[in-house]
T-cell receptor, first 109, second 115 residues
């Protein structure tokens, strides 16, 4: 049931773009995205509720393909502050999330 | 700002000890969750609660129990700690929105080491 995230790790230079994917084998009500910086708690980024909907947060946006049970997180013109581990959380039933194993993103100057 | 606090940042216990991890949230959230985080495994749900005195098993409940006597407080109990329960434990809370769960707010975590 745990969603699959890819890639497992990404290394970027400042200003480069990245895409993180999240794929589930189950039908989804929604997808959540969180970022966890080293030594800190995960922090909510966005929720995607409808198929094909795109949401944005600063230069981070995401899409949700309900039919394919997939979501992608797009990081544009990455900044040093984007470094951290990104988790998708999939809502299969309405009261709990199942999180992926995470994608570690490192941005270097 | 929503605040979720956990009783300890670091905890060291012996095998067989009973361990209590406490979590308190100050935003009147209905839902509370306990996760454990291990390298390469992400966040795995242990137990959750969507009301006082209500609890439901998550994906890895074995070896754990929980208690929710007050809305703001959710406790995780390790009845007899074992070395394979050495992990980072994260508490989270959320509320409802149009019948659907909203974003979760996480506490800082408790790093538990069982010797």
């Amino acid at each position: 049931q745990q969603p699959v995230q890819s890639p497992q790790a990404v290394i970027l230079r400042e200003g480069e773009d990245a895409v993180i994917n999240c794929s589930s084998s189950k039908a989804l009500y929604s997808v959540h995205w969180y970022r966890q910086k080293h030594g800190e708690a995960p922090v909510f980024l966005m929720i995607l509720l409808k198929g094909g909907e795109q949401k944005g947060h600063e230069k981070i946006s995401a899409s949700f393909n309900e039919k394919k049970q997939q979501s992608s997180l797009y990081l544009t013109a990455s900044q040093l502050s984007y470094s951290g581990t990104y988790f998708c959380g999939t809502e299969i039933r309405t009261d709990k999330l199942i999180f992926g194993t995470g994608t570690r993103l490192q941005v270097f100057p | 700002d929503v605040k979720v606090t956990q009783s300890s940042r670091y905890l060291v216990k012996r095998t067989g000890e009973k361990v209590f991890l406490e979590c308190v949230q100050d935003m009147d959230h209905e839902n509370m969750f306990w996760y454990r985080q291990d390298p390469g495994l992400g966040l795995r749900l242990i137990y959750f609660s969507y009301d006082v005195k209500m609890k439901e098993k998550g994906d890895i409940p074995e070896g754990y129990s929980v208690s929710r006597e007050k809305k703001e407080r959710f406790s995780l109990i390790l009845e007899s700690a074992s070395t394979n329960q050495t992990s980072m434990y994260l508490c989270a809370s959320s509320t409802w929105w149009s019948g659907r769960a909203r974003e979760q707010f996480f506490g800082p975590g408790t790093r538990l080491t069982v010797l």
